[in-house]
């Protein structure tokens, strides 16, 4: 077998510029004939790791990790030695010298890059061929209109390498085969089924060929192109040798040079969601990979970047992954800030960067990713609105559970003075006094202790309801994979907003992500489940098949019983409203009362549709 020969290695060393290929990965500050960046090996916020560049070696003084940068480029790319020489080599244009070895054996190394190589082939041709159809086979037209649609401009199309996968589902594998791929090679492709070697995992959709950060071909995500219930909105190639979710973004080798040059990135949801930013020029947007963000993704952000946008779906699924997103971010050390949901007065409809491009053109899009705010006032508007919903005559109450709301991530914040000053917008705006925010804090703080201490037996304290249960029963339904049977028909019945039990919202909300994601297993769900408590209860209670008897029945009673409490609730507040409209006989009493009758019959008539069975 071939290796690279010494020389050309020295040659490689002598030639390559340190700092420009470090610069590629991490930014880098000059600072007394040294440069400088966080390190990329360990969390840190201030710059421990630098680069010789006569060395041509880099050293962090924080986890005293060192050595060449050929070693850094492996580690960063995760490459071989020779794959990181040949990287190197290309970026410096220099031509390398191969030589044969003799008795040394870098056979295993080589079938891993021989693999590794035809695997970036395959992914390439597939992608160029995906392409071609989109742009020129009929078949692909209700594709095509659907980018139309969706005002995609035709230089994102190809900026975005967009294609189209035939609807013949075992077209792909016989071009293949014709080609001279063998069987075993496609069938660790990642583009086919694991149990019929020839059907392609992807057929009749809408193709966006996910890229490493050299922009090579590793995966692929297939869009429906309309929208059928039987089918998943997207599907994502599985990981593969060289294909993993958490290294990866999408978009970001389109991005980089913006991210690069601005030290900001834009983090949207979706593949369309990026497209739609860069069309409007905003170039520094990418997006998770079909699941959450992740942290390992946040570090990789944070190589270039400082400032962090995010510009996530203006739904209930989407703010609250909002909420999530920060709290991954804020201990990495990245400054946050959010977009501001479309305004309704203007953009009522668009509940998304691609939804507003369709709307309302790439310049409004623009113009909207500017809206931002910090991502403090952004958790103060949310707690706003928490605290106005608990406001109900209880008017502390309201407050505190918006204090409580804010704490976690106050928690998160490393340095006293923006502590500080989160704790005293947090008075402002709440109206409360500062020093009853840090009380409230302090008691927050010693709860929250005794709570990680005690947590092991304190599942008592998550008491089974009418919502709890009906929502852990359509869960454990979800879960045995009959996802497509209850859950659907669930949220149809029952919106989240008519749901008080706290936990059962919590349920809802992580079963909504799953639907949205794709994801059916428990570690799915439960992942999705923010709480410790809730997540252990669930995990408990689901198996023991409580919740999967009688299904159905479980659930029409259920939904019935919640929308008679609540029903029977609104029917009370009017009875009290009426007592009291009777009472004082202010202005025009007589048209309040009739209003309120009426509003009573109304319930009444649906409280007796209910009870008939409806
Ligand atoms: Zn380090």
């Given at each position: 077998m071939p290796y690279i020969s010494q020389k050309s290695i020295q040659e490689l060393n002598d030639r390559m510029d340190a700092v420009a290929i470090v610069s590629d990965y991490?930014?880098?500050?000059?600072?007394?004939?040294?440069?400088?960046?966080?390190?990329?090996?360990?969390?840190?916020?201030?710059?421990?790791?630098?680069?010789?560049?006569?060395?041509k070696?880099?050293?962090?003084?924080?986890?005293?990790?060192?050595g060449s940068i050929i070693n850094f480029v492996m580690e960063m790319d995760?490459l071989t030695f020779p794959e990181a020489v040949e990287l190197l080599a290309k970026k410096s244009s220099l031509e390398l010298i191969y030589e044969?070895?003799?008795?040394?054996?870098s056979?295993?190394d080589n079938?891993?890059r021989k693999?590794r190589d035809?695997?970036f082939?395959?992914?390439?041709?597939?992608?160029?061929?995906?392409?071609?159809?989109?742009?020129?086979?009929?078949?692909?037209?209700?594709?095509?209109?659907?980018?139309?649609?969706?005002?995609?401009?035709?230089?994102?199309?190809?900026?975005?390498?967009?294609?189209?996968?035939?609807?013949?589902?075992?077209?792909?594998?016989?071009?293949?085969?014709?080609?001279?791929?063998?069987?075993?090679?496609?069938?660790?492709?990642?583009?086919?089924?694991?149990?019929?070697?020839?059907?392609?995992?992807?057929?009749?959709?809408?193709?966006?060929?996910?890229?490493d950060r050299q922009g090579r071909?590793?995966?692929?995500?297939?869009?429906?192109?309309?929208?059928?219930?039987?089918?998943?909105?997207?599907?994502?190639?599985?990981?593969?040798?060289?294909?993993?979710?958490?290294?990866?973004?999408?978009?970001?080798?389109?991005?980089?040079?913006?991210?690069?040059?601005?030290?900001?990135?834009?983090?949207?949801?979706?593949?369309?969601?990026?497209?739609?930013?860069?069309?409007?020029?905003?170039?520094?947007?990418?997006?998770?990979?079909?699941?959450?963000?992740?942290?390992?993704?946040?570090?990789?952000?944070?190589?270039?970047?400082?400032?962090?946008?995010?510009?996530?779906?203006?739904?209930?699924?989407?703010?609250?992954?909002?909420?999530?997103?920060?709290?991954?971010?804020?201990?990495?050390?990245?400054?946050?800030?959010?977009?501001?949901?479309?305004?309704?007065?203007?953009?009522?409809?668009?509940?998304?960067?691609?939804?507003?491009?369709?709307?309302?053109?790439?310049?409004?899009?623009?113009?909207?990713?500017?809206?931002?705010?910090?991502?403090?006032?952004?958790?103060?508007?949310?707690?706003?609105?928490?605290?106005?919903?608990?406001?109900?005559?209880?008017?502390?109450?309201?407050?505190?559970?918006?204090?409580?709301?804010?704490?976690?991530?106050?928690?998160?914040?490393?340095?006293?003075?923006?502590?500080?000053?989160?704790?005293?917008?947090?008075?402002?705006?709440?109206?409360?006094?500062?020093?009853?925010?840090?009380?409230?804090?302090?008691?927050?703080?010693?709860?929250?202790?005794?709570?990680?201490?005690?947590?092991?037996?304190?599942?008592?304290?998550?008491?089974?309801?009418?919502?709890?249960?009906?929502?852990?029963?359509?869960?454990?339904?979800?879960?045995?994979?009959?996802?497509?049977?209850?859950?659907?028909?669930?949220?149809?019945?029952?919106?989240?907003?008519?749901?008080?039990?706290?936990?059962?919202?919590?349920?809802?909300?992580?079963?909504?992500?799953?639907?949205?994601?794709?994801?059916?297993?428990?570690?799915?769900?439960?992942?999705?489940?923010?709480?410790?408590?809730?997540?252990?209860?669930?995990?408990?209670?689901?198996?023991?098949?409580?919740?999967?008897?009688?299904?159905?029945?479980?659930?029409?009673?259920?939904?019935?019983?919640?929308?008679?409490?609540?029903?029977?609730?609104?029917?009370?507040?009017?009875?009290?409203?009426?007592?009291?409209?009777?009472?004082?006989?202010?202005?025009?009493?007589?048209?309040?009362?009739?209003?309120?009758?009426?509003?009573?019959?109304?319930?009444?008539?649906?409280?007796?549709?209910?009870?008939?069975?409806?």
């Amino acid at each position: 077998m071939p290796y690279i020969s010494q020389k050309s290695i020295q040659e490689l060393n002598d030639r390559m510029d340190a700092v420009a290929i470090v610069s590629d990965y991490v930014k880098l500050d000059k600072k007394g004939g040294r440069f400088w960046a966080c390190c990329p090996f360990h969390n840190e916020k201030t710059a421990s790791f630098t680069v010789n560049p006569d060395l041509k070696s880099y050293y962090c003084f924080g986890c005293n990790k060192s050595g060449s940068i050929i070693n850094f480029v492996m580690e960063m790319d995760t490459l071989t030695f020779p794959e990181a020489v040949e990287l190197l080599a290309k970026k410096s244009s220099l031509e390398l010298i191969y030589e044969k070895s003799e008795g040394h054996d870098s056979s295993l190394d080589n079938e891993k890059r021989k693999n590794r190589d035809e695997l970036f082939e395959l992914y390439h041709r597939i992608s160029g061929t995906f392409q071609h159809i989109l742009q020129n086979n009929a078949e692909a037209k209700d594709a095509n209109d659907s980018l139309i649609t969706r005002s995609i401009s035709l230089e994102m199309i190809n900026r975005f390498r967009l294609g189209f996968s035939p609807k013949d589902r075992s077209w792909i594998y016989n071009f293949l085969i014709k080609k001279g791929y063998s069987k075993e090679f496609l069938s660790s492709s990642g583009l086919f089924s694991a149990n019929y070697k020839n059907i392609s995992l992807f057929s009749g959709r809408l193709m966006f060929p996910i890229s490493d950060r050299q922009g090579r071909t590793i995966a692929f995500g297939g869009r429906i192109i309309k929208d059928s219930p039987g089918s998943p909105k997207y599907i994502n190639s599985p990981e593969s040798e060289i294909y993993k979710k958490r290294d990866n973004l999408y978009g970001l080798d389109l991005a980089l040079p913006e991210i690069k040059k601005t030290k900001t990135v834009y983090l949207a949801e979706g593949y369309m969601d990026v497209i739609a930013l860069h069309q409007a020029g905003v170039e520094n947007s990418v997006a998770p990979l079909g699941t959450a963000f992740t942290p390992d993704q946040a570090k990789v952000l944070k190589r270039w970047a400082d400032k962090i946008i995010i510009f996530f779906d203006n739904d209930e699924a989407g703010q609250k992954a909002v909420l999530s997103a920060i709290q991954t971010v804020k201990p990495i050390g990245f400054s946050c800030y959010i977009v501001m949901p479309p305004n309704p007065a203007e953009e009522k409809n668009a509940k998304d960067p691609s939804d507003i491009l369709q709307k309302f053109g790439p310049k409004a899009l623009q113009n909207h990713s500017k809206s931002i705010i910090f991502d403090f006032e952004y958790l103060l508007l949310k707690a706003g609105i928490l605290y106005k919903s608990g406001s109900n005559g209880q008017e502390y109450e309201g407050k505190v559970r918006a204090l409580h709301f804010l704490f976690p991530y106050i928690d998160l914040l490393d340095s006293e003075l923006t502590r500080n000053s989160c704790f005293e917008a947090a008075a402002d705006s709440l109206g409360i006094l500062p020093d009853a925010v840090l009380e409230e804090y302090r008691r927050y703080i010693s709860g929250h202790k005794t709570e990680t201490i005690t947590r092991v037996k304190s599942n008592d304290s998550i008491q089974i309801n009418d919502e709890l249960s009906i929502l852990l029963s359509v869960a454990v339904d979800y879960i045995s994979n009959k996802r497509e049977k209850i859950f659907p028909n669930f949220r149809k019945e029952l919106e989240i907003a008519e749901i008080e039990d706290h936990n059962a919202k919590e349920i809802y909300i992580a079963l909504e992500e799953c639907v949205r994601y794709e994801e059916i297993s428990m570690d799915d769900l439960l992942q999705r489940i923010s709480t410790l408590e809730l997540r252990r209860f669930f995990a408990e209670h689901s198996s023991t098949g409580e919740f999967s008897a009688n299904l159905d029945k479980i659930v029409t009673d259920g939904i019935k019983k919640i929308k008679k409490k609540r029903l029977k609730k609104q029917q009370d507040e009017i009875i009290i409203k009426l007592r009291t409209a009777k009472k004082n006989e202010e202005d025009e009493p007589e048209i309040i009362i009739r209003e309120l009758l009426s509003e009573k019959i109304r319930i009444d008539n649906e409280l007796l549709k209910l009870d008939q069975g409806r």
